[in-house]
C-alpha cells in the first residue's frame, strides 16, 4: 500500500516539475514575442534559439551598380560619405562598419581599391590603389583569392572599380625603383 502511495506521489511530482518547465517556457516565448524587433523573425527574438545581432549594413535594394574611380570611392570612407566602400580585384563592396567604419581596425582600407593590400598582408593601406596583379607572386595570389571570395559572401557588391593610369603605372615605377 505505502509503494502505491510513493509512485502516486512521484507521479504527482513528476507532473508537477514538468508542468513547471512548460510554464517557464511559454512565458519567455510570450516574452521575447513582445520584445521581437522584426515580425518576420520566426523565432521572435529570442536568444534561446540562437537568434544573432542584425547586421548593421543596410540591405541593398536594386541599386544600380556603377563604376567608381579612385577618387569617386574615396568619398565612401564612412566620414565624408555615410556608406563604406571598398574594392577588391576590381570589384566594390558596402563593408560593415564595425570593421572599416573610423576608429575601427580596417579604417584604413575604406575607399580604396585594398586587394594589393589583402595580397601583401599590408594593414597601413600602403599599397592601396595599386595593380594587383603585377608583382605578386603565387602566395599572395592565392591569399587574395581567399579574400575575394570571402567578400563576396559576406558583403554587398555595389559596383566595380574604374582603374586610372597611376593604377598601372604605380606597380611598375615601384619594380623599376628596386632594380
Keep these: 500500500m505505502?509503494?502505491?502511495?510513493?509512485?502516486?506521489?512521484g507521479k504527482i511530482?513528476?507532473?508537477?516539475?514538468?508542468?513547471?518547465v512548460v510554464g517557464?517556457?511559454?512565458?519567455?516565448?510570450?516574452l521575447s514575442y513582445n520584445k521581437r524587433s522584426d515580425a518576420s523573425d520566426w523565432t521572435w527574438g529570442c536568444r534561446f534559439f540562437g537568434n544573432r545581432a542584425k547586421s548593421t549594413i543596410r540591405p541593398v535594394e536594386k541599386l544600380e551598380r556603377r563604376g567608381f574611380t579612385k577618387e569617386e570611392l574615396r568619398e565612401y570612407d564612412g566620414i565624408q560619405k555615410g556608406d563604406i566602400y571598398v574594392s577588391v580585384k576590381g570589384v566594390v563592396y558596402e563593408v560593415a562598419p564595425q570593421f572599416y567604419?573610423?576608429?575601427?581596425p580596417y579604417h584604413a582600407y575604406a575607399g580604396h581599391e585594398i586587394?594589393?593590400?589583402?595580397a601583401k598582408s599590408d594593414t597601413?593601406?600602403?599599397?592601396a590603389n595599386?595593380?594587383?596583379?603585377?608583382?605578386?607572386?603565387?602566395?599572395?595570389?592565392?591569399?587574395?583569392?581567399?579574400?575575394?571570395?570571402?567578400?563576396?559572401?559576406?558583403?554587398?557588391?555595389?559596383?566595380?572599380?574604374?582603374?586610372?593610369?597611376?593604377?598601372?603605372?604605380?606597380?611598375?615605377?615601384?619594380?623599376?625603383?628596386?632594380?
Design 2 to 9: 505505502q509503494n502505491a502511495r510513493r509512485i502516486g506521489a
Design 13 to 20: 511530482y513528476g507532473v508537477i516539475i514538468a508542468s513547471a
Design 24 to 30: 517557464l517556457f511559454v512565458r519567455v516565448l510570450i
Design 101 to 104: 567604419g573610423p576608429g575601427q
Design 115 to 118: 586587394s594589393r593590400c589583402l
Design 124 to 127: 597601413t593601406a600602403k599599397e
Design 130 to 179: 595599386k595593380n594587383w596583379m603585377h608583382d605578386c607572386n603565387e602566395e599572395e595570389i592565392e591569399a587574395l583569392e581567399w579574400w575575394a571570395k570571402k567578400f563576396d559572401s559576406k558583403y554587398p557588391v555595389v559596383g566595380w572599380f574604374v582603374a586610372d593610369e597611376d593604377f598601372y603605372l604605380d606597380a611598375q615605377n615601384n619594380t623599376l625603383q628596386a632594380m
